[in-house]
DNA sequence: AGAATATAGTGGCAATTGCCACTATATTAA
DNA sequence: TTAATATAGTGGCAATTGCCACTATATTCT
């Protein structure tokens, strides 16, 4: 039976929930989950951030970002340190554990995209993380 | 603050949850989620087949569109008839309602598709679709 | 034919996500 | 300054999804 990409609607389903699959799977010998590589991933970027920056960053609720955050504080990846000049935030740092693990988290989503990508040319390779990034940003600046 | 779209991987979770979120919201008046919206949308496509040639062309676990179906056919959506070949199988087929809902469901999506490559030109437009679709492929061939 | 294996579908559980209502703190307006 | 409004974060609930174990039926092998 052929696998028909008809749409692209459909296509972005599929590598969304690949691409979570594979880093999942990567990431489980550390005993973490794909949303808690992604949160630790930026919060390693950018050295120092609140929750509601990760939140816009990633573009998910901020209840969400609240849970991963907890968790990853539970287990020992993440530091939040209150913030002096407001109360109502917190300063989510990296632990030595979350730099340990940082290089492989990166190094699993550049697999993944290497394997979504196998049958492309440099060329294509690169169009394509351009269009992705400007439909993204699209997507972002709508108001729902 | 800027939205980096830093990441591929980030770009595909992005368009993902915002398509859904916009397909939700167009399907809410139905009562419809996307996801149920999405089984209509390729019952009406083949008119006739099984659970798992459903499964096997949105590359989801088939336990996930065993659940959907179930839905589906409580709310008079679709139709579940036994195969006479194979007992194991049940033959999927749209009710009228469905096919009431189907343009709509179509329209939505491609709505979605707009808002997401609105800064893009056609050419740019078509050759995402084609990479989309060159990429799903791929992650679907993967062995995992 | 009978045994081993493969396939279609179900049900339970956990993780992710979105939405909503809520609290607490900041900021703005009067 | 005080009142109105905005922002950061939390907690609950429901839907989606993936994985696993399971049953029932088909198919293949000997």
Same mark, same amino acid.
């Given at each position: 039976m052929p696998y028909i990409m008809d749409s692209p609607f $459909?296509? @972005?389903s599929i590598l969304y929930r690949k691409s979570h699959i594979w880093l999942n799977s990567g990431c489980g010998g550390y005993g973490l989950t794909a949303a808690q590589a992604v949160v630790i991933l930026i919060v390693c970027d950018f050295e120092k951030l609140t929750q509601d920056e990760i939140t816009k960053r990633l573009s998910l609720d901020k209840s969400v970002i609240a849970k991963t955050v907890t968790k990853l504080e539970e287990s020992g990846y993440i530091l939040r340190g209150t913030n002096a000049r407001d109360k109502r935030t917190y300063d989510i740092c990296p632990t030595e $554990? %979350?730099? %340990?693990?940082?290089? !492989?988290? $990166? #190094?699993? @989503? #550049? #697999?993944? !995209?290497?394997?979504m990508t196998q049958q492309m040319t440099d060329a294509e390779r690169e169009e394509f993380k351009r269009l992705l990034a400007v439909a993204a940003a699209a997507a972002v600046a709508q108001e729902d």
């Open positions: $459909k296509s @972005i $554990k %979350a730099w %340990a693990v940082y290089p !492989f988290i $990166k #190094e699993q @989503i #550049e #697999e993944g !995209f290497r394997r």
